[in-house]
């Protein structure tokens, strides 16, 4: 057989799941050196490791994002985010698609947890790096819109690190549109700078970390307008959100 009759096998292999031919070809391949056959073991492996192995050892608590809400009087119905899957659940699953004579099935199946566990990583990250902000010895708080119906919240400064804007009330942009953020300076004659697009949740709520340094010194606050999705180079309307920097501004 070739890599290319392979391909759908390299994750059943990886898992102790492949039988033979198939099982004695992989091998084959392997021990002459195959480098196609190799990097897909590599993948396989990779891939197994995620799915099967100890998700407690990079997973915080699974209401990590609701706390961080819950700090500023953000309430939630649900975490729109699956806990990460257990490795055993993931085993089982395996060898029920296995062992039921569907291949492929469990291939497709396998990339779908793959693309699920890349996007758990990639929240999971961003909430890490929230929950740093939040709790930096340079970290300032202020608050916002506390006195309107209009969207409110508060935005968490760190000199070093950037700004973490969290916020409720601020409705979904319509198809074609997106929240734009901007640093506003102090100069009078200075214009806003852009700092990044972002959308809210189906609640409304939003929670988006502006990283990087940023100078209080020359920047009075963030704020927030809704633009077209590819956004802009200058505000076009009245800010939703302004947050200033420092307590000290308001």
């Avoid at 897909?40 to 100890?54: F, I, Q, T, V």
């Avoid at 119905?77 to 029920?96: D, E, K, N, V, Y």
């Avoid at 700092?195 to 606050?221: C, K, L, R």
């Amino acid at each position: 057989m070739n890599c290319t009759e392979l391909r759908d096998h390299y994750e059943l292999y990886a898992l102790g799941l492949a039988e033979d031919p198939e099982r004695a070809e992989i091998r084959a391949h392997l021990d002459r050196g195959c480098e196609v056959c190799m990097a897909e073991m590599k993948r396989a492996r990779e891939m197994a490791a995620l799915l099967g192995g100890s998700s407690a050892s990079v997973a915080p608590s699974p209401k990590l994002r609701r706390r961080i809400l819950a700090s500023v009087g953000v309430e939630q119905r649900a975490f729109g985010w699956t806990p990460f899957l257990a490795g055993s659940t993931i085993m089982c699953l395996a060898a029920a698609f296995y062992f039921g004579g569907r291949e492929w099935d469990f291939s497709r199946e396998v990339l779908k947890l793959r693309e699920e566990s890349r996007a758990q990583i990639i929240e999971l990250t961003r909430l890490n790096e929230a929950f740093a902000l939040m709790n930096g010895a340079d970290t300032t708080v202020t608050t916002f819109g506390e006195k309107t119906p209009k969207p409110k919240g508060r935005l968490f400064y760190n000199p070093s690190m950037g700004a973490l804007l969290i916020a409720s009330n601020l409705p979904q942009a319509p198809t074609g549109k997106a929240y734009e953020l901007w640093l506003i300076p102090k100069a009078k004659s200075a214009s806003p700078v852009r700092a990044g697009m972002f959308q809210s949740q189906s609640d409304g709520t939003v929670m988006h970390m502006m990283h990087g340094p940023i100078d209080a010194n020359t920047t009075a606050a963030v704020a927030v307008t809704m633009e077209v999705d590819t956004g802009v180079d200058a505000p076009t309307g009245t800010p939703m959100i302004v947050a200033p920097l420092a307590p000290s501004l308001q």
